[in-house]
C-alpha cells in the first residue's frame, strides 16, 4: 500500500513537471523572424543610409556579412547573442541626437527596438524574403463547405472566416457568360455557343462552355495583349526618329503559342534561347524576336555601341522585371537597397546577353528574312541541289546566309581609317579615293569568297582586299560597277584558314585628285562558300536563284543570334552604371542568393540561362505568372505589385494559394496556363456576384479578400473590340501585317522618315486593337486614353485610369461613332422598326440579359429627344447616320444616338 501511494505521489509530480514545461514552452516567444520582423524595420528604418546605394561609416544591413563586419571604426556595429555591446543597439537608443539613429529622423518605437535586440540576443540571424524560397507544395485547408468547387476556394474562405467576411453568392448566367468571355478571349464567342449555354440548365454548362472559350482560336489573341507590354512589342524602333520595323511575325508566334497552349517553360525558353535550341527551326528565331524588341537608335551622331548596351541593360531588366516579377534594373548602379543582389552581380546576368550579334545599326541585323511561300520552295530546292554537289553541311551554310545574310560583319565597326569615314558616326563606311579600312577578326576558315552590300555610283573604282596588313598579301580584288541602286559584291578568293583582319583600299584613277568625293559605301561585308556544281548542266539555273533569294528586297524579322568565337565580346562592370567607366571582367553568372536553382552542367550562354529560368527550383518564375493570371481575372494580384515581389513589393493577400497554384502549375499541369486558368475560372471565387453588399463595403472595399467578383474597366483593347463586334462588323481575320484604322491627320509627326498613317480599308480597319499598328512616339489615341502601355520599356502592369478623356473618345471619336452608327444598323435589322424592341435587342446584344423597364423608359426618352432634334435637321441627320441610303433618316439617327449612349454604360464599360 505504501508502494503504491509513493508511485502515485511519483506520477503526479511527474505530470506537473510535464504541464510546467508545457507552459513554459507556451509561453515562451517564439524567435523573431528575419523577414517578416526584422527586415521591414531595416528598410524603413536603416537601409537608406546603410544599404545598397551607400554604406555610410561603413556599415550596411543589406547582407549579413556586411551587417557583421568592421564599420570604418574598426568594429562591428552588431555583435550576435549581446545586444548590450551592439554599438547599433547604443545608437538606436541613444538620447543625444548628435548621436541617435536614424539621424535628424523619427527615433525608432519601442517596439522596434525591443524586436532589433531580441533579434541580436538570439543571434542576429538572417533569413530570405519569402519570394526567393523554393516553392513547396502547401497544405490545402481542410475546410468543408457547400459553397467551395474546388481547392482555390478553401483558401480564400479560411481568410474570409478569418475576418467573419460572407463570400457572395454565384452571379446569374449572363453575367458569367460575359465575364469568362471577355477574361478568356477578350471578345464575345458565338451565338451559337452563347445559346448552348444560356439554355442549359445542368451542372456542367459552366465547364462546356469555359472548355470551348480555351479552345478558341480568339484565346491566342487576348493573351498575346497583355504579352506584348512585357514583350514592350511596337511595329517601330523608338527613341526620336521611331522608324518602322518589321516584328509582326513575333506577335503571331506569341498568339500561336497561347493557341496550342505551349508549356509556359518552353515558350520562355524559345524567346529566350530559341537560336541555341537543338536544331532551332525558324520558328524558333522568330520567337527570340522577344528580345530584339528593344528600341534601337537611328539618329546620325550617336555611338552605336552606348545605345547596344542600352538594349542589352533593357533585356536584363525585362526578364527580371516580365518573367520574374522582381526590381533589378536598380542593380546597375549599385548593390540593390532592399534586395540580396549585388551590383557586380547585375553585370554577371548582363554577360548571358552581351555576346549577341545585333549593334544597334539601321537595319537591325540579324534578321529572319520573310519569305514568300514561291520564294521558301526555291530556297528548299537550292537546298537540296546543292547537298546532291557538296555536303550538308555546306548547304545549311549557304541556306544560312540567304535567310538571315550572317555570318556578317557591319561596315560600322570598321577602324585603322585612311581617307575613309562612318558616317554620321554610326550609319556605314564611306570610302574616298586611296582610302584604307580595316575590318576586325573575320573568320576565312573554309571559305573562297567574299559577298557585300554597297553603294556606288562611280566608273573605274576598284577594291582590294589584303590579309592581316595593308601590305599583307592580296587575296581578292573586285572592279565596281556604277549604278544608282544598292548591289551585292562577290569576289572569290584561293581557300583560307584562320581568323584574320582584313584591309579593304579603294583607287578610283577616275576622280579628280584633292577633292574629298565619296568613292563607294559599304553595308556589310561577309565570308562565304562558293555555290558548288559549277560546269553541271543546272549550275547557271541555281546560281541564278541563289542570287535573286540572296539579293531580294524582303524585309525581315528581328532575331537573336549568339556571336561567333571571333566576334566574342567581354564584359565589364560599369562603375556606377555609367557606361563610360568600365571595371572588372565578369564572366556569365546568375546572383548567388539564386543560383541554388541553376542546373549542373547548365551551358554559360543563354541556353544555361533559359535552364535556370525555367527550373523547377526557381522561386520567382511560376509565382510572377500565376500572380499575373490572376490579377487578369481578378483586377488585382495576390501580390499586387506583379513588378515587385521583393522585399519592397506589397506582400501577398494569400501566400499559401499562390505557392499552390505555383507547385501546381510546374507539377502537377506540367506548365500548361489553359489548365491553370481553367482552375482559377472554375472556383466558386471567380464565379461570385460583384456587387457591393454593405457588409463587404465595410469590411473589403477593395476586395481583398475577393469576397466577391472582380469589378474593373475594361483593358484599351476590349473596349474597342467589344464596340467593334456590338456593331456586327468585328473582323475575324487573323495574323499579318499592323493595319491602320481610322485615326486624323496630324497625330503622327515623323520628319525623319515622313511616315504617314494610311486608312486601312475593307474588314482590315474592323480588326481586333492587337493588330493595330503601334507607334512608340505615337501611339494609336484611344488605346492610350484607356491606359495602353507606350512599350517603350516592358510594363509589367498597367494601373488604371478614370479620366473624362475616356469618356470623350468612346462618345466622340470617329471610329467609335463609326462603329455606333454600324450598331445601330444591326438593331433595325435584327429587331424591325418598333424604337422598343431595337433599344432592347441591343441591350441584349450586349449584356446577354434584358433590359430592365425602368432603363429602357431612360433611352425612349433620350430617342424622342434625339428624333425630334434630327426631324428638324437634315443636315445633322444626315452628319449622324454618315450615309446617304436607306438609313439617311431622323429615326437611324436617333437610334445611332441610342447605340453610341449604350455602348458607354457603366455595365458594358466595366466588366461586373
Known sequence: MKLFFTRKKLLVIVGMIVLITCAVAFLRPSPVDFSSQVKPILNKKCITCHGGVRAKAGFSVLFREEALAATESGKPAIIPGDPGSSEMIRRITSNDEEERMPYKHEPLSHEEIKTLKRWIREGAKWGDHWAYLPVKQ??????????????????????????????????????????????????????????????????????????????????????????????????????????GRSIWQYRDWVIKAFNEDMPYDRFLTAQIAGDLLPGASGEDFIATAFHRNTMTNDEGGTDN?????????????????????TTFSCVQCHSHPYDPFKHDEYYKFLAYFNNTRDEDIDEEFPVMRQFTDTMQRQLNDLSDWVSRHSSKERSQQIEWLIRTHQPAINSTTADSLVNAVIILNNHGLLLRNHSIARIRNMDLSGNDQFIWQFYSQRKGGKLTFRKDSIHGPVIAVYTIKPSANWQYGYTGFSTQQGVHDIYLSYENSLMPKGKYEDGMSFGWIAASVKLPGKGTKEYSKYHDVYRQLLEAPVPGTPIMLENPANLARKTQVFERGNFRTPGKEVTPAVPAALQYAMPENAPANRAGLAQWITSDKNPLVARTIVNRLWEQLFG?????????????????????????????????????????????????????DSRLTDEIKEKDFFNRFYARGARVRLTAEQVRDQALQASGKLSVKMFGKPVMPWQPDGIWLSPYNDARWEKSTGEDQYRRAIYTYWKRSSPYPSMISFDGAQRNVCSARRIRTNTPLQALV???????????????????????????KQ????YTLLLYRNMPAAKLELFLELYDKALKDFRNDKDRTCEMTGLLDENNNPQTAALVVVANAMLNLDEVIMKN
Open 305 to 325: 555601341e552606348e545605345f547596344r548596351v542600352a538594349a542589352v541593360t533593357d533585356r536584363v531588366n525585362t526578364t527580371w522585371e516580365a518573367i520574374m516579377g
Open 839 to 842: 433599344i432592347a435587342t441591343g
Open 138 to 243: 502547401t497544405a490545402v485547408p481542410g475546410i468543408e463547405d457547400p459553397w467551395v468547387k474546388n481547392d482555390i476556394d478553401k483558401y480564400i474562405l479560411q481568410k474570409l472566416n478569418g475576418e467573419k467576411i460572407t463570400p457572395s453568392s454565384e452571379a446569374p448566367k449572363a453575367t458569367l457568360l460575359r465575364r469568362v468571355s471577355l477574361d478568356l478571349i477578350g471578345i464575345y464567342p458565338s451565338d451559337s455557343i452563347c445559346r448552348n449555354y444560356l439554355q442549359n440548365n445542368s451542372g456542367q454548362s459552366y465547364e462546356i462552355l469555359v472548355d470551348s472559350l480555351l479552345a478558341s482560336p480568339q484565346f491566342g489573341e487576348r493573351w498575346t495583349s497583355m504579352w506584348l507590354d512585357l514583350a514592350r512589342y511596337a511595329d517601330t524602333k523608338g527613341y526620336e526618329s521611331d522608324g
Open 810 to 836: 468612346t462618345l466622340n471619336d470617329s471610329a467609335y461613332l463609326d462603329l455606333s452608327r454600324q450598331f445601330a444598323f444591326r438593331m433595325k435589322k435584327v429587331a424591325g422598326q418598333d424604337p422598343a
Open 636 to 688: 488585382t494580384g495576390i501580390v499586387e505589385t506583379l513588378e515587385d515581389m521583393g522585399t519592397q513589393g506589397i506582400a501577398p493577400t494569400h501566400q499559401q494559394l499562390l505557392d499552390y497554384l505555383s507547385y501546381r502549375l510546374v507539377h502537377e499541369y506540367r506548365w500548361s496556363l489553359k489548365s491553370l486558368l481553367k482552375e482559377m475560372v472554375m472556383s466558386a471565387t471567380y464565379r461570385q
